[in-house]
């Protein structure tokens, strides 16, 4: 039996695995022991690597819709086909008409983003659109308008960290057991979480009513000021706009913040105090409780004005910026016309920095595809995402896409995008293909650790990998210029090429090296990245682009208090998407994990159901201004009155179907998936 050392790149984690092959055949994985992330462990996902490789939900060959009907056809054929369709297309409409997509594993897969980015410059539209478009870009964001870098947080070295919307046992595995190592060493643990989550037994919590953070956060910093346990050495030399935030918080007093929010001010007092004594303090901010809701961005803003007035910025323990891997940009922007969808409506989002991000808004693309407007998007393809089932608003998605001359879909798996394609593409796993392994180790973990991802076993059936896919169409259409490269290792040493790091060294430490060095207290020699070279507690640039300078609590748009009327009718308050362990967005549900999680569950309160008389257990629709859905409830104490939890990537209780396109955060355009109102319908 051989024994490969490479990464799981299920999910975003990217553990250590050794994959155990036997004839070709990977039989299982384990965590590799001493990996630095997982410590030997992988999830319950990562143990069914083999299961889901071995998926009979996996597309063998290239397939094209004729009547309705899928149809194998030739690699050749297909690529030929798209390739003639995308050029007439291009005739009629211009560059724009395109569309391309990648979802969450876009980030686990760095070729998946870099090519998909790159055929589109080629093409020449501005129109990629990426699950960053509302996932992790508005907290990368915040960081780089405050600090003008990205540093992350490293609870592994905290003496008091703070877990607010984040819920790392089921959405980041090993940052579960980094938090319980730091705990059990002595640091303590608050959580700020709508639910009552198993890690925040370990310390303090607190339950907010969804969508109030940012007055929790208002209300912390002024009691650091007005106590004055903020770090005056660091806020004097090393801040730009102390005297503004003190004023915007001057009337932020913790009990101003428990009407709000529904937290206790003694609670708010006390983390205030503990968060800026501590020698090491860290916010472990989530992505789903946080960047999804009407003030995602600038909840974002105040956590990083914490930690910088707290002067937990580039030491120990606090945020660091960690040293980015410098891979082969494969963009072709010179070549792209125009802006991206968003670039007016949504000016901080992609206007703030020099170099916008290379995403349009997701949330525009829908209503550009049905009404034409600014101009028609006729071609949507779709690589690594299933956005039929985790877009916003389906309805929206469903209805764009039949104002679509040609949908490609090229994924490993039939899902259900996949099922409304003109022509579905068979992508191989991970596991199949060599290529960047660990890369979101920096962004999530402050690790400047890289590994090359092997090929544990050879693509199965017809696939191939997404470089080559995407490759063989532009060579098609006449851009073989732009695609020369013929392996997957070539693809590789020209990704790496740039990095300082060689094919030899990767191959000489199977699993993974250390690229750079963390630097601790980079700014005492070189300052901030930011205009005022200072850390940005008020931002003038986000003044000039329309937006709040210093970030203040603003209510989520639909709730009692921000609409009283829409309450009457959809009384109690929709929290969609949280994590579990079992499944990635939209994924595995074909593994034996359906044993496991057999079906989705809406978390109620116990008091909630006695009011609607649910039972649980129970069948019980849910019910928004835009769509219903039937889910079985689970009646629990660990969740707040009111609040309605739905998990999101289920085919047939999608909760995307509640959601509208329109409800968004106004600074990052991100759609709202945190804080709707809805309402629950017994069904027996
Ligand atoms: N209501 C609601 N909706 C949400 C969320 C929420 O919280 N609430 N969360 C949002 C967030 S944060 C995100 S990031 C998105 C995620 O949304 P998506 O990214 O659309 O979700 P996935 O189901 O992970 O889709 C990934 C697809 O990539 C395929 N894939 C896996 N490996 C490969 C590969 O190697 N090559 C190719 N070509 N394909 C591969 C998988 O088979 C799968 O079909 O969902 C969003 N949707
Ligand atoms: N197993 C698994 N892991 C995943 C994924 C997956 O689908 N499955 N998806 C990956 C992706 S794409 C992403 S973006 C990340 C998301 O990772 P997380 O951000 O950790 O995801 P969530 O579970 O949505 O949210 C965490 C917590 O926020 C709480 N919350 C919701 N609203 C609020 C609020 O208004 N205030 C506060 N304080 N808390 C709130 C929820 O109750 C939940 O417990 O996970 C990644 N990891
Ligand atoms: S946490 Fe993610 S990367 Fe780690 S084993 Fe599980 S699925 Fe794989
Ligand atoms: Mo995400």
């Not at 409780?289 to 974002?300: A, D, E, I, S, Y």
């Amino acid at each position: 039996m051989e024994v490969i050392k490479t990464d799981c790149g299920l999910c975003i984690n990217c553990c250590g695995i050794n994959a155990y092959v036997e004839d070709g055949k990977l039989i299982k994985v384990e965590g590799i022991e001493d990996h630095w992330l997982n410590k030997g462990a992988i999830c319950p996902k990562g143990e069914r690597v083999p299961e889901y490789v071995y998926s009979a939900n996996r597309v063998k060959t290239p397939l094209k819709k004729v009547d309705g009907k899928f149809q194998s056809v030739s690699w050749d054929q297909a690529l030929q086909e798209i390739g003639d369709k995308l050029l007439e297309l291009k005739d009629k409409y211009g560059a724009k008409t395109l569309a391309t997509y990648t979802g969450s594993v876009g980030v686990e897969h760095f070729e998946m983003a870099a090519f998909n980015q790159r055929f589109r410059g080629a093409y020449g539209s501005p129109n990629f659109f990426n699950a960053e478009g509302n996932c992790f870009r508005s907290r990368i964001l915040a960081r780089q308008i405050t600090f003008g870098r990205y540093p992350v947080e490293e609870p592994a070295n905290a003496d008091c960290i703070i877990l607010w919307g984040r819920n790392p046992d089921e959405s980041y595995f090993p940052m579960g057991r980094i938090i319980r190592d730091a705990v059990k060493a002595g640091a303590s643990l608050i959580t700020i979480d709508v639910r009552r989550i198993p890690i925040s037994k370990h310390g303090i919590f607190m339950q907010p009513r969804p969508g109030t953070d940012a007055a929790i956060g208002q209300a912390m910093i002024h009691v650091i000021i007005k106590e004055g346990l903020y770090d005056k050495e660091f806020v004097e030399k090393y801040c730009h706009g102390f005297d503004k935030l003190a004023e915007s918080v001057a009337d932020c007093t913790p009990e101003w913040a428990a009407k709000v929010t529904g937290v206790g001010a003694a609670e708010i007092r006390m983390i205030s105090r503990m968060f800026a004594n501590a020698n090491a303090g860290c916010i472990v901010e989530g992505v789903g409780g946080m960047n999804q809701g009407t003030n995602g961005l600038q909840n974002h803003r105040l956590y990083s004005i914490l930690q910088a007035i707290t002067g937990n910025v580039e030491r120990p323990g606090g945020w660091v910026t960690c040293p980015m891997i410098r891979l082969a940009d494969m963009r072709l922007t010179d070549k792209i016309e125009g802006n991206a969808l968003g670039y007016d409506e949504f000016p901080v989002f992609h206007q703030f920095g020099k170099n916008p991000p290379p995403y349009g808004s997701s949330s525009l693309m829908c209503d550009t595809m049905i009404t034409g407007n600014p101009y028609p998007i006729k071609a949507f393809i779709c690589s690594g995402g299933n956005p039929a089932v985790t877009f916003a608003d389906t309805k929206r998605f469903n209805a764009a896409m039949k104002n679509q001359d040609l949908i490609v879909v090229m994924d490993p798996m039939m899902t259900e995008t996949a099922n409304l394609a003109d022509y579905v593409l068979p992508a191989c796993t991970c596991f199949e293909e060599t290529g960047i392994g660990g890369f979101p180790y920096g962004i999530s973990y402050c690790e400047p650790w890289i590994m090359l991802r092997k090929a544990v076993i050879e693509p199965l059936y017809e696939s191939k990998s997404i470089w080559w896919i995407w490759s063989e169409l532009g060579r098609k259409m006449g851009y073989e210029e732009y695609f020369p490269w013929n392996s997957d290792e070539e693809v590789a040493e020209h990704f790496f090429s740039t990095s300082g790091i060689t094919m030899q060294q990767l191959k000489d430490n199977p699993e993974g090296l250390y690229f750079g060095k963390k630097e601790y207290g980079y700014h005492e020699k070189k300052g901030f990245f930011t205009a005022s070279k200072k850390v940005e507690l008020y931002s003038d640039r986000m003044a000039e682009l329309g937006a709040d300078p210093i970030p203040v609590h603003v209510e989520p748009e639909q709730s009692k208090v921000s609409n009283p009327e829409l309450a009457k009718e959809y009384p109690e308050v929709l929290n969609t998407g949280a994590r579990t362990v079992e499944y990635i967005d939209a994924q595995m549900r074909d593994t034996t994990l359906r044993v496991v999680r057999p079906e989705p569950e809406a978390e109620i309160n116990t008091a909630t159901a006695d009011k609607y008389n649910i039972f649980d257990g129970e069948l019980i629709g849910i019910e928004t201004p835009r769509g219903s859905i039937k889910m079985r409830a689970l009646v629990t104490p660990d969740i707040l009155p009111g609040v309605v939890n739905v998990p999101h990537g289920w085919a047939d209780a999608n909760c995307n179907v509640l959601l509208d396109a329109e409800l968004l955060d106004p600074v990052s355009g991100y759609i709202t998936m945190r804080g709707v109102a809805c309402r629950l319908v017994k069904l027996s």
